[in-house]
């Protein structure tokens, strides 16, 4: 087929736009691959300056391992009991369950008077236990502050008889004898006026899982929230800001992100709970994996994860009966046995241990967990080296006979069920032993033989402790 002069002209044209489009994309290429290069790097730098500055904050917290939680506050007064009626449920939530208008509930305050508090002997308790940080709630969804709060007048220092700032004496105190003081902090406010009640037979003004806020509310909230946290950090300065209550529909992971953002604002080294957004899923406790949520640890409650989760920072909180908040009758006490093996089994995770004392309206820890907390301290003065600031177990999974932790060149065998023969059998895990012994006899060498399956170890006929004997592999 022919062609005319101004088809032909009109190819030309085609072909020279072309070839123009070409040579430029070509040109600017390298300029614009490097600029790509460039700002891919400046992301990662970032990155792992952030990851970095997380580390920094988080070291002390992993490795402290062991801790005390302690729920406290007008609760303590009915003590699980209201007109007569006994709950099964959690203490601190007698508001909640009892149905108690916030007027009836404020009668509380009055009756509130720890007059046997001695901050010096609560945090001896926790230190003899072991544990190197104390979390106490500041302000619990009853929304009662425990602190002398210059904002609120629903406060231990301005409706109580106690008249004292107690949470002053407990933070100095916990510093004074080589712990983190760290506080709890609700995000649920069962008396705050921004929030209210709506559900069939609740009164507006009770306690309920879910509130509602008033038009505006919220916005008066969430300020006179930062009043209070801006409070709390820079009087009594603490390690840990452990937030709860953020299951509210009308609380939302961008909420949770400037919180967490004003908070570390404060305090730039402060350790933040993923409680502040809305990432954790259920008493699970760790984060969903749709996104990057706010809060640099997962908050396990009442239950310990099965596995360990690599990377992840994690804490499970849990109490040593059924209830966290001071209940006179609940008598459902763990075994010292129990407690001791699940701080075991959560170092050997990888986690924290977080457990629960509740003190009296007088101001005592109830002398079923002061007991059990000498115990764990008698077994942690003799095993304290295999919990603290180690990482979870190297074996792929869990041992046979108990639980193991980790640290550079050493490995801790938590024997539960000693060998009844004097073997204990020990699976492979790519590293050749040099010695073993029992951590409570380091000096006397335990005999043994390894091979491609693992390593037997010669146990004397009788375990060292009856709970939990640790065996130390010393590794090339």
């Given at each position: 087929m022919t062609h005319t002069p101004l088809r032909f002209f009109h190819h030309l044209l085609v072909l020279l736009l072309l070839f123009t489009v070409a040579f430029s994309t070509a040109a600017l290429s390298p300029a614009t691959s490097e600029l790509k290069?460039?700002?891919?790097?400046?992301?990662?730098?970032?990155?792992?300056?952030?990851?970095?500055?997380?580390?920094?904050?988080?070291?002390?917290?992993?490795?402290?391992?062991?801790?005390?939680?302690i729920h406290w506050g007008l609760y303590a007064v009915p003590a699980g009991e209201y007109k007569g009626q006994r709950s099964t449920r959690i203490g601190e939530w007698i508001m909640e369950w009892a149905n108690i208008p916030r007027a009836e509930y404020e009668k509380f305050a009055p009756q509130f008077n720890p007059v046997k508090f001695n901050a010096a002997e609560w945090v001896r308790i926790a230190k003899d236990a072991g544990m190197k940080y104390i979390v106490i709630t500041s302000k619990h969804h009853d929304g009662f502050s425990i602190y002398n709060s210059k904002i609120s007048q629903y406060d231990i220092v301005d409706a109580t008889p106690y008249r004292k700032d107690l949470m002053k004496a407990l933070a100095d105190e916990t510093k004074k004898q080589g712990l983190k003081f760290c506080?709890?902090?609700?995000?649920?406010?069962?008396?705050?006026?921004?929030?209210?009640?709506d559900a069939p037979g609740k009164d507006p003004t009770a306690g309920n899982r879910?509130?509602?806020?008033?038009?505006?509310?919220?916005?008066?909230y969430v300020a006179y929230m930062k009043s209070q946290l801006r409070e709390l950090i820079t009087a009594y300065d603490p390690a840990v800001l452990w937030f709860d209550g953020e299951w509210q529909d009308w609380w939302t992971e961008p909420d949770g992100k400037d919180l967490y953002k004003f908070?570390?604002?404060?305090?730039?080294?402060?350790?933040?709970?993923?409680?502040?957004?809305?990432?954790?899923?259920?008493m699970q406790g760790m984060n969903k994996d749709d996104q990057e949520y706010a809060g640099d640890f997962g908050t396990p409650e009442q239950r310990i994860p099965p596995t360990g989760l690599p990377g992840v920072d994690w804490e499970s909180c849990m109490t040593m009966n059924d209830t966290w908040g001071y209940k006179f009758y609940d008598d459902k006490w763990k075994s010292t046995e129990t407690l001791i093996r699940n701080l075991v089994d959560i170092a050997s995770k990888g986690g924290n241990y977080l457990l629960n004392v509740g003190p009296t309206a007088e101001g005592l820890i109830p002398l079923a967990s002061v007991e059990r907390l000498a115990e764990m301290g008698k077994w942690m003065k003799m095993n304290g080296e295999a919990i603290y600031e180690t990482t979870a177990s190297p074996f792929p999974t869990q041992l046979a006979f108990g639980r193991a932790t980790s640290k550079a060149g050493r490995v801790y065998l938590h024997v539960f069920d000693w060998p009844a023969d004097g073997k204990l059998q020990v699976p492979a895990w790519g590293k050749t032993v040099k010695k073993a012994y029992l951590l409570a006899e380091p000096k006397t060498a335990l005999k043994f033989t390894q091979s491609g399956e693992g390593v037997v170890i010669q146990t004397p006929m009788k375990a060292s402790n009856r709970i939990a004997s640790v065996i130390v592999i010393e590794t090339a």
């Open positions: 290069e460039k700002k891919e790097k400046s992301v990662t730098a970032q990155s792992l300056s952030a990851q970095a500055q997380k580390d920094k904050r988080m070291k002390w917290w992993r490795e402290a391992r062991f801790g005390m939680f506080f709890y902090y609700s995000i649920l406010d069962w008396h705050h006026p921004s929030q209210y009640v879910v509130t509602k806020m008033h038009p505006g509310g919220k916005e008066q908070v570390l604002g404060l305090k730039p080294d402060i350790v933040i709970n993923n409680r502040v957004g809305k990432g954790r899923q259920g």
